[in-house]
């Protein structure tokens, strides 16, 4: 069964969406197969693989408020083992319209339970505010992924971000845990960027990955040709990172089934 990723932050600007498509096709990219479920009506995510955001296509929209199966709407991109359901500019309305359902905080949840055990992944990029899709995310999610640049307001942010993760689990997604955060647009020569880096490492402890997204022009460069950086560049920093990355992701999940089977033989 796919273990559920979401990339959030409420910060905007720090690099979710840039992390939830490269993380998405660097798992792809060791022989995992993945699904990367844009959240945003910017659609950002679904152009960043190759998905036009002016054309006519399945998209999440339409599994939310019509219900129609996530496999119909699920994309081939052009990495190996990697699929995407889109995003569409009508998730704009989505607030308003599912506001006096009863499921409406389980909609993505419930939209990608059927394609579980399809996927070794499933990364959700989430939109850069605490809404109602936000929310649906977070129900549906079983590790956040949380990115972070190492600059003043990252440490003002904080607070705000753990609160909301415990309102959920108290409300909503119990099982819900922080997978680990991940320092983006990372400059180690600044001295600010390494004395917030310390302090969110005292703050989070071994839940900090060991991996740094460095500032990269590739990576920059890479979303406006539709490709993830593997494609765009493989060779660059920016992809190392995210490959890197990616294999400290697969060892936290293998760490932790091996730790949920060491506690069921106990």
């Known amino acids: 069964m796919g273990r559920i990723l979401a990339i959030t932050n409420q910060k905007g600007g720090v690099g979710k969406t840039t992390t939830a498509i490269n993380l998405a096709a660097s798992l792809a990219a060791a022989d995992i197969p993945t699904l990367l479920v844009d959240c945003d009506p910017q659609c950002n995510a679904s152009s960043g693989v190759g998905v036009d955001r002016q054309g006519d296509y399945p998209n999440l929209y339409q599994a939310l408020v019509d219900g129609r199966p996530a496999v119909e709407i699920c994309q081939k991109t052009e990495v190996d083992g990697l699929f995407v359901l889109p995003a569409s500019r009508d998730l704009v309305g989505i607030n308003l319209e599912l506001l006096e359902q009863q499921d409406r905080e389980f909609r993505i949840r419930n939209a990608l339970r059927p394609v579980l055990n ?92 060991q991996t740094t997204i460095p500032r990269n022009v590739r990576l920059a460069e890479a979303p ?8 765009y560049d493989v060779r660059s920093r920016g992809a190392e990172a995210y490959l890197q990355l990616a294999q400290e992701v697969i060892e936290r999940e293998h760490s932790r089934k091996s730790a949920q089977s060491t506690g069921a033989r106990a």
């Open 118 to 209: 399809s996927f070794g992944f499933i990364v959700l990029d989430c939109p850069p505010a605490l809404d109602l899709l936000t929310l649906n995310a977070l129900v549906a999610a079983d590790g956040l992924v949380i990115p972070m640049q190492c600059e003043y307001f990252a440490l003002e942010g904080v607070s705000q971000l753990i609160q909301t993760v415990e309102a959920v689990k108290a409300n909503w997604n119990p099982g819900l845990e922080v997978e680990g955060v991940v320092f983006t647009q990372f400059d180690e020569r600044t001295n600010l960027s390494r004395q917030v880096a310390d302090n969110l490492r005292g703050y989070f402890g071994d839940r900090i990955f």
């Open 224 to 231: 406006s040709y539709g490709k993830p950086v593997l494609l």
